[in-house]
């Protein structure tokens, strides 16, 4: 009896176990399909290794392609600097062609000279032509369509100041000591005057340097008649006022003229009626020892024999003389600038054909009333970037 209690027991065991081990079973193979579709999951689906693998392959090629781009664009802007050959700054749409390592602004073209001897620019497309190192130092074609300018370089910013500057009367050389009594801006200027001297100061440092007009400021005919330019064998713009008063530029006056030659967008530039600060630039660059204490008396700004002072007694020969690609600075008319005399006059630099070459030098000052008007006084433009 007891085998076979024992017997019937071994049978119930024996069931229940392989009961047990069925259940064991299917959770095994449902635990083992969750593991499956998580791996599958994990390897095909949409941020799985297959894909995340795809994905860094492509972000590594377009990485690749980027820095091929980048070092292409270096290589192009390394050349337009180190070469003189041209090439482009800056990314994007808003790029600046740069010859013998000056910047050559949107809307205006290369028209000849160098870095050294005077850059030209010109605002007509008829007049570019092809940087070449090996001629970079012949003469500028006088024969030109378009507004001439002339890169001035700035290359550190204690070089961009005003100085009292020099000149030669007979053997001797003295100090007009002029400085001292003028300002920049003025000392009553209005809060634009202000700003602009401002901007036009930090665009100078900062890109080392800016344009002048290469022939005293001309009016124009026809289709230009009423706006200034920057032409050769044109008559000088004279009887004009600087402004209506100090602070008051009004609508006709030099400064209006200047600063309106150049207000859209066309033209990467901003014009301006030429600062005092800028003049001295042009004479220290000229002549090294203009921003010296004792100058030497052997050179542009200096000696009356090399400025080119006209013995006309009219303002119509204007282009005769040149020096770094600028005509004019020694003479035909003398020239309104920003730089004020205390508060109730202008200043004026250069010479003019009223007076000779021995008694007033390309750096002389010279005080105007701002609404007044001189047959013999003009003006010129500069553009900083």
Not at 18 to 42: E, Q, R, W, Y
Not at 71 to 95: K, P, S
Not at 136 to 142: E, F, G, L
Not at 230 to 236: E, H, M
Request: glycine share 10%; charged share 20%; hydrophobic share 35%.
């Amino acid at each position: 009896m007891e085998n076979g209690k024992t017997s019937l027991n071994i049978r119930k065991l024996k069931k229940q176990v392989k009961g047990i081990t069925l259940i064991a079973l299917v959770v095994t193979i449902i635990v083992l399909l969750i593991l499956a579709g998580i791996a599958l999951n994990l390897t095909i689906g949409q941020n799985g290794i297959f894909s995340r693998a795809q994905t860094a392959a492509n972000t590594w090629r377009n990485a690749e392609s980027n820095e091929q781009l980048a070092m292409g664009e270096l290589e192009d802007w390394m050349d337009g600097y180190m070469n003189g050959n041209g090439g482009n700054q800056g990314g994007g749409d808003d790029t600046t062609t740069i010859v013998d390592t000056v910047p050559i602004p949107d809307g205006f073209y290369y028209a000849g000279g160098s870095k050294d001897t005077g850059l030209v620019i010109s605002d007509d497309s008829n007049d570019e032509i092809a940087w070449n190192a090996a001629t970079s130092t012949q003469p500028v074609s006088k024969e030109l369509e378009g507004n001439q300018f002339v890169w001035v370089p700035v290359e550190k910013p204690d070089l961009f100041q005003r100085y009292d500057g020099y000149w030669n009367n007979g053997s001797e050389t003295t100090l007009q000591g002029a400085k001292d009594v003028c300002q920049e801006p003025a000392s009553n200027a209005a809060g634009w005057e202000t700003t602009e001297y401002e901007t036009m100061q930090t665009s100078v440092i900062n890109n080392k340097g800016f344009y002048v007009a290469r022939y005293e400021a001309s009016e124009g005919t026809g289709e230009s008649a009423g706006k200034v330019q920057s032409k050769a064998g044109a008559i000088p713009w004279v009887n004009i006022q600087w402004g209506t008063s100090m602070t008051e530029i009004g609508t006709t006056g030099a400064v209006y003229q200047a600063q309106n030659m150049y207000n859209d967008s066309e033209h990467a530039v901003t014009s301006t009626l030429i600062y005092g600060v800028q003049w001295d630039a042009i004479m220290n660059w000229i002549d090294s020892n203009y921003s010296k204490e004792n100058g030497t008396c052997n050179s542009f700004v200096s000696n009356s024999t090399d400025r080119g002072w006209y013995e006309q007694t009219s303002a119509t020969n204007c282009g005769y003389y040149q020096v770094k690609n600028i005509y004019d600075l020694a003479g035909n008319v003398f020239e309104l600038t920003m730089e004020a005399r205390s508060s109730g006059r202008r200043v004026s630099r250069g010479g003019g054909f009223v007076s000779s070459g021995s008694e007033i030098p390309a750096s002389h000052r010279g005080y105007r009333y701002p609404d007044a008007y001189y047959e013999y006084l003009g003006f010129r433009v500069a553009l900083y970037l």
